[in-house]
């Protein structure tokens, strides 16, 4: 059950965002160039999310380069680590600048940057650098060094639920996703699904939280977020256009 002071949260979040709520779903639809802090996902405010949007200059370079973007992905779909067993993903997706080398002797441990084989080249594409430079001039101290692209081809592709890949992270940064479409009316579904964890209190406030991601949205991850949710992107069968979206991290230097 939501508590008063969830209630009255839930109140404020519908201020600025289109949404929905029962006492296990939240749903929402940012509102055009509105941001919002904070979507708190757990009761002691230990996750949480934020939501910001490109500037309109950037948006507009998305759209009138989306091509561009798009047709920079690999040639093959890409692949993950899981269990020391190299998985194919339903999707194309790459790893750029400083991505921390998997450490194969911890095989209970997964790697969501690349397959087995680590990539030779590391360096960001320059149509891609626009938005890893707008970022960073929104952070006031540690900035984003490490960028992974996901291109889905419709909606049909899709990224299961999973928690992020945490290999390297500085502690208490968040994780920044950005989404680009190619159809502005086609928007896919980001969701958030509370973990059953053994041990520990979840304290989460929904068991599933669903997000808009609409064009130049940017959804930040915060706190415990990874500890205790999945998320993921289903599929879409109605969909047909396609969607890239961009997600940046904070990487400990390597000396």
């Not at 993903?89 to 194969?104: F, V």
């Not at 209970?108 to 938005?131: E, H, I, R």
């Not at 890893?132 to 929104?138: H, M």
């Not at 047909?240 to 940046?248: D, H």
């Amino acid at each position: 059950m939501i508590g008063t002071k969830e209630k009255i949260e839930s109140k404020l979040i519908e201020k600025f965002l289109n949404k929905s709520i029962d006492e296990e779903t939240l749903s929402v639809s940012p509102l055009k160039d509105v941001a919002f802090k904070n979507i708190y996902l757990t009761k002691n405010k230990s996750a949480w999310l934020t939501i910001e949007w490109l500037s309109e200059e950037l948006k507009i370079y998305a759209q009138n380069h989306y091509k561009k973007l798009f047709n920079l992905h690999p040639e093959n779909r890409g692949k993950i680590v899981m269990y020391n067993e190299e998985i194919e993903s339903e999707r194309w997706h790459r790893s750029y600048l400083k991505t921390p080398a998997r450490n194969p002797d911890n095989i209970k441990s997964s790697y969501m940057y690349s397959g087995l084989n680590f990539y030779d080249d590391l360096s960001l594409p320059q149509p891609f650098q626009n938005f890893l430079d707008f970022l960073n001039e929104l952070e006031e101290n540690e900035k984003y060094n490490q960028v992974t692209v996901n291109w889905y081809a419709n909606g049909n592709d899709f990224i299961a639920a999973h928690s992020d890949c945490r290999i390297g992270m500085k502690p208490a940064s968040d994780i920044a996703i950005v989404t680009l479409c190619d159809n502005q009316c086609d928007t896919r579904e980001l969701q958030f699904i509370a973990k059953p964890i053994k041990k520990i209190e979840s304290n989460a406030i929904y068991k599933m939280v669903k997000i808009e991601t609409k064009q130049g949205c940017i959804i930040k991850m915060h706190g415990d977020t990874q500890l205790k949710f999945r998320h993921k992107v289903p599929k879409s069968p109605n969909i047909v256009s396609s969607r890239i979206s961009l997600s940046f991290r904070k990487i400990y230097d390597e000396h």
